[in-house]
């Protein structure tokens, strides 16, 4: 299963991986924007689309007032090295109404929630183009603690998408990946929503930012890559990631052989064969 109709060069795979690397947030790539160093974006896109990204995320994390003509910049850089599509990584969805039409083919909303006015400027947007969201599971009151409370907002987004003709296959549900060490009850919270969500929708995409499990602990890949088999496990089929990251990427390959998503190990192996994974070739 491709991602919004993307073109895989050798393979295939369940798993849409949002490639993470070009994001404002990020201490290098705030000083490439500043800089508008056009060709550390376009090593960055580049290199997440050779690893095997669905999509590739662009957020500027700049303020609004410079933000949109600054996410067309990065726009250009990255559609000048890939034809994948590209997340559009925006907390504004003004600026996300003016950035987006300016990709050169239908890609990602990131992101709306149940905060505000969001969905109700984001939707009617992209009802009738094949552009996909994501969707998180907040609202005005901020992240719900418990399970049931971030269903209530699905429920509710679910309506909405339901109002405005946006087909579950386009939604990529966020349960909102929270600190492991400050969290109540692990990631209990999360396997609910997730395997709920999945139980209701079995074409919708559940997504999650898997990095988000493990701030502020140490040795961080090692609690990233537990996760991410657990809620693979649960019902992901969508992650914001590092598509460098070869551990990750194994153990991606790895549990989908493990939950019977790759016929005789067939994508396992050639990811293999492709590096991917594994010793570098």
């Keep these: 299963m ?3 109709g993307c073109q895989k060069n050798w393979r295939e795979t369940t798993m849409i991986i949002i490639g993470e ?8 790539v705030a000083e490439a924007i500043a800089k508008r160093d056009a060709d550390f974006i376009k090593n960055r896109a580049k290199m997440q689309a050779e690893a095997g990204a669905s999509f590739i995320d662009c957020c500027a994390s700049v303020p609004e007032a410079e933000e949109a003509e600054t996410l067309k910049w990065m726009i250009d850089c990255i559609q000048e090295v ?3 599509p590209i997340s559009v990584d925006s907390p504004s969805p003004d600026v996300l109404l003016e950035v987006f039409p300016y990709c050169k083919r ?5 992101s709306v929630s149940g ?7 984001i939707f009617p947007a992209i009802a009738d183009t094949k552009w996909e969201v994501i969707c998180l599971l907040s609202d005005d009151t901020g992240i719900p603690k418990c399970a049931a409370d971030r ?10 998408a339901k109002e405005y003709g946006i087909a579950p296959s386009r939604m990529h549900i966020d349960p909102l990946v929270e600190m492991l060490c400050t969290s109540e009850n692990g990631i209990e919270t999360n396997t609910e929503v997730i395997s709920t969500v999945r139980s209701q929708y079995p074409d919708i995409h559940i997504t999650a930012a898997v990095s988000n499990i493990s701030f502020n602990l140490p040795v961080r890949k090692m609690i990233n890559l537990g ?5 693979m496990n649960a019902g992901l089929d969508s992650a914001i990631l590092d598509p460098t990251n070869r551990d990750l990427m194994g153990v991606i390959y790895a549990t989908e052989a493990l939950l019977g998503e790759d016929e005789y190990c067939m994508e396992y192996i050639g990811a293999y064969r492709e590096g991917i994974f594994g010793p570098k070739k």
Excluded: C, H, Q, R
Aim: hydrophobic content about 45%; overall charge positive; proline content about 5%.
């Design 106 to 110: 239908p890609g990602l909303i990131n």
């Design 82 to 84: 890939t034809d994948l």
């Design 115 to 121: 905060e505000g006015d969001k969905i109700d400027k």
């Design 227 to 231: 996760f991410t088999v657990l809620a």
């Design 151 to 160: 269903l209530k907002v699905f429920d509710k987004i679910m309506a909405k």
């Design 21 to 28: 690397k070009i994001n404002g947030s990020i201490p290098a």
């Design 2 to 4: 491709a991602a919004g």
